[in-house]
Each structure stands twice: as structure tokens, then as C-alpha cells.
């Protein structure tokens, strides 16, 4: 594997395996497992940090802490686990936005798309009606993750924790805290619709759709594909898919019936997610993908990020064995999703 020309581009999530970095966070409401990797320590510097985790706890995410913001933009994936119903989240979740705290409620797999500045969380998690949870993943365009919090109940000792966190060699995340706090209550939360627009229920993708651009879906793909592009997304650029993949063969063709190898002019990851949240390092199938121009391959049995550069060539991918469907991800760093096939 150390010969292989694109092996450093191949990273198993569990690089972000950090101990100790659950004691800032660890709430009832937040994840009872995470990992959150990002550009300026395993993403070959991209823009971007991304984090994966299953959530089964009620309540407030990090209670006291909120709102708070960010310097770039961050989009906020609620989705299943249900591999047989994609459009079943299995929660009931709370959510502020803006100043004006503005309180809002979906039970559906949603993207929340909060800009860089803009006042996001508290976060409550108020029901989990799928016995094994829901998943949350982030994607912000950040390589350095960066949060200002703005809420009034954090305690001194809190403070001292995260600002250890934000001078350690490589913090996990740079926290800072305004000035200006905001105090959570029924009372201090309004009821209004100016930011209902931020939080978007994830859209199916039609297999029509798929087959237009000429990628022909093939026995490995997903069933039924969410994708949000950045016109989606408050023109953020990052379009991003979802779905679940349960049967072994080959993803998708290209055009020709060529064998699906290609390139994109922007940045992408693919990220390969299990779905057991008992080990959140199961996978439960062996995948394989081919990087480059020779087509050098690479094996996937465990959750990894794949680092595609733009212009970088890859695919295609095949699954060999499915032992527990799993999840797949793609984040793609740009308004829109641009491809180039390659023939063989
Ligand atoms: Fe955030
Ligand atoms: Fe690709």
C-alpha cells in the first residue's frame, strides 16, 4: 500500500479519532459518537471540514453555549438510517436561526445552510422515533474549524477547556467567545418564518436526471440518491449527495458504456460511511476504486474519505460484498457538479 502513487489520498475516518475531544462537547443532545475531520490536518488542505456521527440523546446540543457563528459558510445534514426509506429521519429536531433566535421544527432529512456570520443553533434534539437514531453530518468551507459562541450559560470553566483546545498544536477546533451574549429562554426565542428558507428538505434525485448527464447507474448505486446543488444551498459552492448502497457491482457507466473513469474541475470527496452506531469503524463491504489515469486500486473495507483533486481521475468504484448497506456521501466543492469521462 506505502508504494501506491494515490494511498495518501485515501483516509480512514478514524484519523480523526481525537481522546478527549468528546469532554467539550459531550451533551445529551449531541452525537454519542463522532469524528470530524478536516483540510488542514487530514484533507490535503482543502477548504472544508466535515464531521460524521450517530445521535440517539435528547435535548439541547451544547446547552448554554448558543447561538454562535462561523467565519465561512456551514451546511447542516440531518439524515436516516433507515436504508430502506431515505426520507425518513426518525427525530424530531428544534432549531434557531438568526439574532432574533428564531425557533423552527422539521422531522425530515434537511440540510440547514448557515452562511459565514450568521447565528445559528440552539439545537434540540426533541424525539428519536428510529430506535438506532439519525445521523448529522457537517460540511463547512473552512480547512481550520472556527466558532465564536455567543451563548450566555457558558461557565468559566468551559472557557478555560476550549481555549486549551484552540492553543493545543492541532485543536480539533479554534473556539472564541463575543462580547455580545444572547440568553436562550422561551422568551428571548421568537416565532416567525424570515429564516424558515434555511432549512431545506433533502431533494431525490430523478434516476432520468442521472442518465441525462450520461451516468448510467449501475447495480452497486444507490437505490434512491439525495442531491442538493449550491443553487440549493444559498449559493454556497458545495454540492453534496446521499444514499445508501445495499448490493454488491459496479456504480455507474459512463457515456459509451465506458467503465465511469473521470475527472471534475473542482475539488471532491467521497466519503464511505457505516451504519451500525454500535462501531462507527464498521463499514459492513468491500468497495473498490481506482485512482489515476492507471487506474491504480485501491480497497475500501472500513469508513474513509477519498481526496479526489480536481483533475485527478478516478472511478470507477465496485462494491464487492455487502454485509450491512452502508452510507455514501459526496461532497463536491462547488456550486455545481462538473464532469469530464474519460474513454477506455
Ligand atoms: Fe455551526
Ligand atoms: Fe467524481
Redesign the pocket.
Known sequence: MENKKYAHLVKPLSIAAMPGSERAFRNTGNADINLWLNGRDHLEGLELNFSWGFYTGLGDWHPGMDP???PYP?A?VFVGLDPDNIEYLGAEMQYCLGKELEVHTFDKPSVIV?KGGVL??PSVTKEVLNPIGYSFF?L?LGAEPR?TWMGDGISEEQIRRMQEIASSSKPFMVSTFSKKRYHVSPETMTYSDKHAHLIKPLKLLPRAAAEKDMMIPGPGNADRLFWMTGNDLEGMELNFTWGFHKRPGLWHRGPGKSDGAHFHPHDEVLVFAGTDPSDINYLGAEISIDMGEEHERHIIDKPIAVVIPKGVVHNPIITRYVDRPFAFFMISLARDYEVTWCSR
Request: aromatic share 0%; proline share 0%; hydrophobic share 35%.
Open positions: 454562535h457563528v462561523h456551514e447542516l448557515a445559528h443553533c457537517i463547512s466558532t
